[in-house]
């Protein structure tokens, strides 16, 4: 069935949910559909014929004015093609929230102009809503964080107390236990030592979300330097082949990028496979507006569904007897990476290796 194509585009005006308008080389309101009703109250006869300044917010008339002017004039302005978020005057005296474009519609020698004018109500409501739910987000999780680290500061008080008392019965005591007794204090020992890790390291994590640094130059090269002579015993125990490319300066905190590498360096010595020395490398290539670094080990692997797990608090995908750790070794990391700006994530396979990938800005 063939149809009339000037009334079907007509019919395609008119229902559009868009206040869509013509307006002509005097700044008049040639034509406009019938979403005018229902956006601004006005029927679309009242409308033609009117400057279309009228019908905008008295704050934004004159501003309308000067760009049309220069438009008109052919001077650079972004009057055509830019939509802006403006208030418009309805019939009643109230205003309403609109997103307003031009475009140009050369039309018969003449120059017409387009309005596409939309009722953005809702739009500012739901972004209204959500930056409120991100304050409220933010200050439960500065909350969350200043109860972590109250809880792990008093948490540590009575953990000093057992380990005082078990040290106590193991010099007053020694050689007087059963073997049984003597097992207890030990396995008492082994559990107030990760659980003074594990404390010392939530600590760490909710401190990197309360203390906010001052970023400075810091040569991550002279860091990796000093973080290898720290790990020397690890290094050495493990048989580990340590390399790396020439390193750049970043702006950062030197404190949490130190910690960073060194998680990031630690992990890949600690999971390696039982009967091969680790081999791990540290690079980094320049990108347009960041560095991005990689850490490459030849150890165990992570099997893709655990590609986020491992980021989040204590999550482990080994037991403690196997992998020491207290699982928030790469939740520190993810946190460091953050206030910096940039990106952690992992790209690996299981019995394969793997690849920690982090950015950091210029500046």
Same mark, same amino acid.
């Given at each position: ?107 018969? #020698? $003449? ?9 953005? @109500?809702? !739009? =500012?409501?739901?972004?209204? /809503? ?82 906010? #640094? $001052? ?9 990796? @330097?000093? !973080? =290898?002579?720290?790990?020397? /015993? ?130």
């Amino acid at each position: 069935m063939e149809i009339d194509q000037s009334k079907f585009l007509e019919a395609v005006i008119q229902t559009a949910s868009d206040l869509i308008m013509t307006i002509d080389e005097e700044g008049l309101i040639y034509s406009c559909n019938k979403t005018a009703m229902k956006i601004l109250g006005y029927e679309p006869a009242e409308m033609i014929g009117k400057p279309f300044y009228f019908f905008l917010a008295e704050i934004y008339q004159q501003d309308y004015q000067n760009n049309r002017r220069n438009y008109l004039a052919g001077l650079e302005s972004d009057f055509i093609g830019v939509g802006r978020r403006i208030e418009a005057l309805k019939k009643d005296g109230n205003l309403v929230p609109i997103s307003l474009t031009f475009s140009e519609v050369p039309f018969e #020698k $003449v120059h017409y102009l387009s309005a596409v004018i939309r009722d953005i @109500t809702k !739009i =500012l409501n739901t972004e209204i /809503a959500l930056e409120k739910m991100a304050r409220e987000l933010a200050l439960s999780n500065a909350k969350l964080e200043q109860f972590a680290a109250l809880a792990a500061h008093d948490l540590q008080a009575p953990l000093r107390t057992i380990t005082g008392f078990t040290e106590r019965l193991q010099q007053r005591y020694a050689g007087n236990l059963s073997p049984e007794a003597d097992d207890y204090i030990t396995r008492i020992n082994a559990a107030t030592g990760r659980m003074q890790t594990m404390i010392v390291d939530l600590l760490v994590l909710s401190r990197l979300g309360t203390h906010k #640094k $001052v970023f400075k130059p810091v040569n991550t090269e002279v860091i990796l @330097t000093h !973080i =290898l002579s720290d790990l020397a /015993a690890s290094i050495a125990e493990s048989k580990a082949l340590i390399t790396n490319e020439s390193l750049p300066s970043v702006m950062g905190d030197e404190g949490q990028l130190r910690q960073l590498l060194q998680n990031l360096v630690l992990n890949a010595i600690k999971f390696r496979k039982p009967s091969m020395a680790p081999e791990i490398h540290i690079r980094v290539e320049r990108q347009p507006q960041q560095w991005q670094f990689c850490v490459t080990d030849n150890g165990i692997g992570i099997a893709e569904r655990f590609y986020e797990k491992i980021f989040q608090a204590f999550q482990r995908l080994h037991g403690k007897h196997e992998y020491p750790g207290t699982g928030l070794g790469l939740a520190i990391c993810q946190k460091i990476v953050e206030n910096h700006g940039g990106r952690l994530w992992v790209e690996s396979q299981e019995n394969e290796g793997s690849q920690f990938y982090f950015t950091l800005p210029f500046s």
